[in-house]
Structures are given as structure tokens and as C-alpha cells.
């Protein structure tokens, strides 16, 4: 299997880079985008696209494969754990982190609930919205 190519976006504002490695691999894997068995870049060929410390992506694949999402054979790579079950709590106590994250910071924008709820439904039934496209039509949203 060809490694996949990294898509992942550092923020120098966003919280510790080997976190946000984790965070990004973590819901690639989720939604599906990586799935079981596939081959994820090398930690040297991540942090070389990334321009990061391969210590900071070692850091990040070190977490991903104590939750159990990764594992990395010794002279073969590293991969998405063929047992990866996405309906595990690691996701659901990733996605309620950002919940409470987003609900933080509509709080600090003054956002009342009721507009919190409300933008919440609409982002849902956009969700909703793109699920129900066609494959084709799912690529160009």
C-alpha cells in the first residue's frame, strides 16, 4: 500500500504541534479517510513535510498507538491498527473536546445557548445535506 500523502495543517496558535498531529490523524481516522491497514507517513518523512522535530511526530505516533489507532512495525512503517473500531471512546472523547472547546469560545463571543443550539442544528443538517450527495458530488463541497 502507498503511504498516504500528509494533509495535515499546524497552527502556531492552536495548541501544542504534537497534539494537533494527533488530533488530525485521529479524526482522519474516524471519518474514514485512513482506514485499517493503511500505511501513514514515516515519522521522518512527517516532520520533513511538516517542518517539525521528528521527536514532536514520534511524540504524536507514540499517543496515537497507545489508544490503539496505530501500530508501527519495526523496518515496514507504521499503519492504521486493523482493529481500529471509529465508534470507540477515543473518538467520542475527541469530538465532545471540541464540543466543549467550540461551546467555549461561542461563550466568549457572548453567543447566547439558544444561538449556540441553533448553529449546532444548522451544522448538523448540513452534515446531513452532504452525506445524502451522490460520491461525485461529494468531492466538489
Not at 504534537?18 to 514515516?42: F, L, M, N, R, T
Amino acid at each position: 500500500m502507498p503511504t498516504r500523502p500528509p494533509t495535515l495543517v499546524l497552527s502556531q496558535t492552536g495548541g501544542p504541534l504534537y497534539q494537533q498531529i494527533e488530533h488530525q490523524i485521529k479524526q482522519k481516522i474516524a471519518v474514514g479517510e485512513w482506514a485499517a491497514g493503511d500505511e501513514i507517513p514515516s515519522i521522518r518523512q512527517l516532520a520533513a513535510d511538516l517542518s517539525v522535530s521528528v521527536i514532536t511526530v514520534k511524540r504524536a505516533y507514540l499517543e496515537l498507538e497507545h489508544a490503539g489507532l496505530i501500530v508501527t512495525q519495526h523496518g515496514k512503517g507504521s499503519f492504521v491498527a486493523a482493529d481500529v473500531d471509529r465508534g470507540s471512546d477515543v473518538f467520542e472523547q475527541e469530538m465532545v473536546g471540541h464540543l466543549e472547546e467550540a461551546a467555549r469560545l461561542a461563550a466568549t463571543m457572548g453567543m447566547s445557548q439558544r444561538e449556540i443550539v441553533s448553529r449546532l442544528r444548522k451544522a448538523l443538517d448540513e452534515t446531513d445535506d452532504v452525506r445524502s450527495l451522490p460520491k461525485s458530488s461529494k468531492e466538489s463541497v
